[in-house]
Structure formats: structure tokens, C-alpha cells
């Protein structure tokens, strides 16, 4: 992605995150704890009746069915009424978290108060608590195999903070298991073709997968103005494109043309994309990632 430098007096103002992520991080894990608190209280686990251990619940005894499964010590309580206990379900489901880190995630222009990267952080960690809170295990791809840890915001910010530099900017190519859920959050702005050999090896077992595209309020409405100069975040690379206002209609095109083909691939394969824009409140975007999973 671009970072845009204006050479005319138009005020953009680009802020960089504040020094390094060990720095930031206290005040990430604070909101992504604060954000998961909220949402926590409308919570629901996702339990339902299957061939578990663990108690689920009671229901009438229905004609036809084995008199082998009457709780003949619970129906004893109620003449004439008898009841089936039934066990909760149980399945080695996983969700694979995955966050991007990439230099481009660290755009944060005048129109928003974080940077991209900062919100996927705050995203991800209080998903993960919340979908422990919820019963699921949830791993951090490529660092941290699937847990149920009560810590797992701690647990997950410390394996980002040692994450090596060569490996936080790119999807972990692993295929993933057919019964699992990967949730990808950056702003997925790499070339068509590396995202869509990373998807098919996520997927290739059958894995689904949620995405979440996320974007500065500047880059959905380029607000810029006058001779403007694009430099690019992790190249230093730069393009003159001479007045900003004439090449918005081709910028927007390109983004919108990058978009619908993303929405393509990941409807091929049967996964969700969603875009949040970082002026939104980050519950937002958790609520309506739940939403999808516990739709599927």
C-alpha cells in the first residue's frame, strides 16, 4: 500500500505507529480486553446436543426411541413425563487467527485516530478471548497451536511481540484442517495472485475462513488535492501523479476493481469477506465477524 506525501500546502498528515509494538501493546491489550468485557456480557456459547461428555440438557422422551436413554432418576421426579439427557456436542473445531504486520498496516492518515495495524491487533485479541469465553480454541497461525487458555490475550501478545520480521507480513502457507475456520484481518492489498495461492492452501482441506479487509478512511475517499507525490510504505519507491483530484477516478476504479476480484476468489472457495474502516468502533467489526461464524 501507498503512503501519500503531498507537495502542495493540502495538510495530510500521516502518523507512523509510535514506536515499537512492545511499546504500543499495553494500550492495545487494554482495549482489546475492554472491547471483549463489553461484548462478553451478551455472550452466548455456541453448545448444542451431540455425542460429548458434558451434560447439554433435558428433553421429553419422543415415541420411537430407545427406552435405553430415559434419565429414569430425573423422570422419577415428574409422574407420567420422561426425560432424555442429552450430551453437548463436541468436535475438534479450531479457528486459525492470522493478523497482518505488514509496514503498509501502519497507515494512519488525518481522518482516522489509529492505524490499521493497531485495530487489527485490537480485532483479533479480543476475538480470540471472546471465542474462548464462548467454549472454542483459537490458534495464532504459525506461532501458537490451538488453546482455550483464559490468558489467551497474553499469550497471543507475547508471541507477536518475538514474531520474526520476515514472517509478519506474509499469510503462513499451511493447509489448515477441514473442520477449522481461519479469520484473516489486514488490508489484504497484496497482489491478486499471492493472495489467491495463499487462500487455496489454506482451504485446500475444506477449511472455511472469514476475511476482514480493513481500510483508512483515506484510502476509501482519497481526500487529497494539488501535485501530489505516492511513496510507497515499504519500498520507499515513489510516483509523481501530478493532481490528486484528476487521478481519483483511476484510483478508486483500482481499488474497487481489487476488491470485487478478492470477493471472487474468496466466494469460490465459500468464505466471507467483510471491510472495516478504522474511524468505526472496533466492536463493530468483532460483533459482525461472530455473527458470521455463528451464522456458519
Request: charged share 20%.
Amino acid at each position: 500500500m501507498v503512503q501519500v506525501t503531498l507537495t502542495s500546502s493540502d495538510p495530510l498528515r500521516v502518523r507512523a505507529a509510535a514506536g515499537t509494538l512492545a511499546a504500543r501493546l499495553p494500550l492495545i491489550v487494554m482495549e482489546a480486553r475492554r472491547v471483549s468485557s463489553v461484548m462478553a456480557q451478551g455472550l452466548h456459547g455456541r453448545g448444542r446436543a451431540g455425542s460429548g461428555e458434558a451434560f447439554w440438557q433435558y428433553r421429553n422422551f419422543m415415541s420411537g426411541e430407545s427406552t435405553s436413554r430415559i434419565d429414569w432418576r430425573r423422570s422419577a421426579r415428574q409422574e407420567s413425563t420422561y426425560f432424555v439427557r442429552e450430551r453437548e456436542w463436541e468436535s475438534p473445531h479450531s479457528f486459525y487467527l492470522w493478523i497482518d504486520r505488514s509496514a503498509s498496516m501502519q497507515f494512519c492518515s488525518h481522518l482516522a485516530s489509529i492505524s490499521k495495524g493497531d485495530r487489527a491487533l485490537i480485532i483479533g485479541l479480543a476475538l480470540a478471548d471472546l471465542l474462548v469465553r464462548s467454549g472454542e480454541s483459537v490458534a495464532l497461525m504459525g506461532l501458537i497451536r490451538p488453546t482455550s487458555s483464559r490468558h489467551i490475550i497474553d499469550l497471543f501478545a507475547e508471541a507477536l511481540i518475538a514474531q520474526p520480521v520476515d514472517r509478519q507480513d506474509a499469510i503462513p502457507d499451511q493447509s489448515l484442517p477441514s473442520r477449522s475456520e481461519a479469520i484473516l484481518i489486514g488490508d489484504v492489498l497484496a497482489p491478486i495472485d499471492t493472495i489467491s495461492n495463499h487462500l487455496a492452501i489454506l482451504s485446500s482441506l475444506g477449511a472455511k475462513g472469514h476475511i476482514l479487509q480493513l481500510r483508512d478512511p483515506a484510502e476509501i475517499s482519497f481526500p487529497f488535492s494539488g501535485e501530489t507525490e505516492l511513496t510507497a510504505i515499504e519500498s520507499n519507491a515513489s510516483l509523481d501523479i501530478g493532481d490528486a483530484k484528476a487521478f481519483r477516478p483511476h484510483y478508486l476504479a483500482t481499488m474497487r476493481q481489487h476488491s470485487e476480484r478478492l470477493a471472487q476468489i474468496a466466494a469460490k472457495i465459500g468464505w466471507h469477506i467483510d471491510e472495516h474502516i478504522t474511524d468505526a468502533p472496533a466492536s463493530d467489526a468483532v460483533r459482525n465477524l461472530l455473527m458470521r461464524m455463528i451464522a456458519s
